[in-house]
């Protein structure tokens, strides 16, 4: 290699310019991704969780990954997740996002990738809202936001980019100031009615899609009685869910062995029954017609949330950054190149 690789450092700032108003173009990004894991065209291992004794709430998760097609690059996510920091007035998670080459394995960019994750969370999210109502034939036009965070609020501008349309729009939080915050952006962006629900209960018997976007480490829904309307649930925060609502309910889930894993609902029915019958298949499967949701039984989607899915998000920035002129490069980052010096 006569010239040295470059390493370039993309911001959050040209992230969201990259990513903002173009819900669509990213999801069309996902779901491709998605295809091409179905495929068996990516690698993606179980993710790292690093946790820490003195403070059980929070983790590090690692999300090495590789996908093939276009695509064509390796990486890793290293994602924080430090729920006091909302308190103190800083998102909760934050990461970084690494590309390699997939020909020298050499490490090509370093993207802040906050933004990339919510975006490609989201982006699943919404995909799964559309392909599984088209095909229960149900439109959901009442929806109900459960923990209202920054994910949340992602959910909703991907649900709207992707031509959802919502004639009422519930919030519920365990923070009343949250679900206030909450609703002031729901005013500023919607026409359709909005409600705070103090209860869960009536959140959830009044929505036909359901957004669960908490941090609840173990289940705090309960009762299968409050799905007795079939909704479709978006359970993107995983944990919130009874073993008896996964039990009766028709599960689609992103992978079948990531998400039947560390303790989430789905992990939690597993143990509770010994078997994984009760999962229907994936999403590839859905799009691929393989499965076909039902009406008549409330539908949950839980996306463990892939790597490949970020790095195929990444990979889209970094082209659009470099094909924009503003990739910044850090000089001589790679620096003892010459064998023999
Ligand atoms: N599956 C995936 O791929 C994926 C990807 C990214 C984030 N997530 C998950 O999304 C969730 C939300 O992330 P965020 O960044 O928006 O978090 P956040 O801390 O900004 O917001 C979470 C909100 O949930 C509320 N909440 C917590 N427990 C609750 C409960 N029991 N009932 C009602 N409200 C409750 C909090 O008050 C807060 O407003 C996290 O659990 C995160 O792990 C999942």
């Known amino acids: ?48 969780f690093l946790r820490f004794p003195d403070r059980p709430s929070s983790r590090i998760i690692a999300l090495p990954a590789s996908v093939g097609g276009e695509v064509d690059v390796h990486g890793i996510k290293w994602i924080s997740s430090f729920p006091e920091n909302v308190a103190a007035g ?3 998670a934050s990461a970084v996002l690494i590309l390699n080459d997939t020909a020298t394995g050499y490490p090509f960019a370093c993207l802040e990738s906050s933004i990339i994750s919510a975006a490609r969370t989201a982006a699943s999210a919404a995909l799964a809202a559309v392909e599984l109502s088209a ?66 209960e009536d959140l959830i018997r009044s929505s036909d899609l359901v957004v669960f976007a908490t941090v609840a480490g173990e289940p705090h829904v309960l009762d299968p009685a409050w799905f007795a309307h079939n909704p479709l649930v978006l359970h993107v925060s995983l944990r919130d869910l009874s073993p008896e609502i996964i039990l009766s309910s028709y599960n689609v889930v992103d992978d079948v062995e990531h998400c039947l894993k560390a303790n989430t609902s789905p992990h939690l029915a597993e143990q509770r029954v010994g078997h994984r019958d009760f999962v229907a298949g994936t999403l590839y499967d859905v799009l691929t017609d393989k499965i076909t949701p039902p009406a008549d039984q ?35 980052f790679f620096h003892e190149m010459k064998r023999y010096g």
């Open 1 to 48: 290699m006569s010239q040295s690789p470059s390493f370039a450092v993309i911001s959050g700032a040209q992230v969201h310019r990259a990513v903002s108003g173009r819900e669509e173009q990213i999801t069309r990004i996902v779901e491709a991704a998605y295809r091409l894991h179905g495929e068996g065209r990516t690698v993606n291992p179980d993710s790292y």
């Open 90 to 92: 800083i998102p909760r």
């Open 135 to 200: 095909r229960r034939g149900v439109r959901p036009t009442r929806v109900g936001f459960f923990g209202v965070g920054l994910i949340a609020r992602y959910l909703h501008t991907y649900l709207a980019g992707n031509g959802l349309e919502f004639e009422s729009l519930g919030v519920h939080d365990l923070s009343a100031e949250h679900a206030e915050g909450f609703k002031g952006y729901l005013e500023r962006t919607e026409r359709g009615q909005i409600t705070v629900h103090d209860k869960p």
């Open 298 to 332: 409330p539908v949950i989607f839980s996306p463990f949330g892939l790597g490949v899915l970020d790095l195929a998000v990444a990979r889209h920035v970094y082209d659009q950054v470099q094909a924009n002129g503003d990739l910044q490069t850090v000089p001589e």
